[in-house]
């Protein structure tokens, strides 16, 4: 076996190269200013969770920001499909990956600097998924913390696209931390209402109904979507629920009051997760 095939690989610019020769410019706008667009799914049992309708998203935010890719959204779903085959021998039974999209503006070139390449850059990567750190979150649930800090408003910049502008959400993050260092955040939006968490959304079920914030103020999730989708009846006490395509349904083990959650044994987690676990095994390709 060569020693290409001992290290996972990424496409970048073109070329499917060894993690470790994705390297960009010091200038790239996308490490100056988080000016880059990116993706991602997951993969169940090595196949990957609604790939089409995560690039279609992802191409919904590059057109937000205005960059072309260089490649249309049916090469990035070949390209992402030939990623992930060129990193399936690492995947074991109990192993699955991110599998994730990403194109920055490109680098600030004076003109004299002599980069080999100056529009957008373009990443396609695998990463393995926690599953082994975050088991004791489905068992036990996640400790969320309300952050003093808002949700970036819409009529300043749009949480529908998914940019590498992650500040707002992860100086959020670092406050929940603060005072609980394995609390996750769930931000408000600028009118006080429920708004999202770093990488996922909320759902309360409550007296038999499933709510979720309006997606003008939050990502419109793809797994949000799903569980939308899902024939929920429940009528037992509330709970609170994360969702984001790199996980089933999470359930929030307490910050929001004695009234709003539930363990993850309770009837409502089991059988969202169940759900869940049957619509992805359904939709992945």
Not at 68 to 88: C, I, Q, Y
Not at 91 to 98: E, G, H, I, S, V
Not at 209 to 237: C, K, N, Q, Y
Request: charged share 25%; proline share 8%; glycine share 8%.
């Amino acid at each position: 076996m060569s020693d290409r095939a001992n290290h996972r690989v990424a496409y970048f610019n073109g070329r499917i190269v060894p993690e470790r020769e994705v390297v960009l410019p010091f200038r790239d706008r996308g490490f100056k200013y988080g000016d880059a667009a990116f993706d991602m799914t997951r993969t169940f049992h090595g196949r990957p969770f609604r790939l089409k309708e995560h690039v279609e998203r992802f191409y919904r935010s590059l057109r937000y920001l205005r960059i072309d890719p260089g490649l249309g959204p049916a090469e990035m779903v070949g390209v992402s499909e030939e990623v992930l085959e060129r990193n399936r021998h690492f995947l074991t039974p109990d192993t699955d990956y991110w599998l994730g999209q990403r194109v920055s503006r490109g680098v600030d070139a004076v003109g004299d600097e002599g980069w080999d390449h100056t529009g957008p850059n373009v990443i396609v990567e695998c990463i393995p998924l926690p599953l082994k750190a975050r088991a004791r979150l489905f068992r036990d649930g996640i400790d969320i913390v309300v952050p003093p800090t808002r949700r970036v408003s819409p009529e300043a910049l749009s949480p529908r696209a998914k940019t590498h502008n992650y500040l707002n959400l992860i100086t959020a993050d670092l406050e929940a931390k603060a005072q609980d260092k394995e609390a996750w955040s769930v931000l408000l939006d600028t009118q006080g209402h429920l708004a999202e968490g770093i990488g996922s959304n909320i759902f309360i079920v409550r007296g038999g109904a499933v709510l979720t914030p309006h997606e003008r103020w939050v990502l419109p999730g793809i797994s949000r979507e799903t569980v939308m989708a899902l024939p929920f009846r429940f009528r037992d006490r509330g709970a609170i629920i994360r969702v984001g395509s790199p996980q089933t349904p999470r359930p929030t083990a307490s910050g929001m009051g004695p009234s709003m959650w539930a363990p993850s044994s309770s009837p409502v987690i089991t059988r969202s997760s169940r759900i869940f676990q049957f619509a992805c095994a359904s939709s992945v390709t």
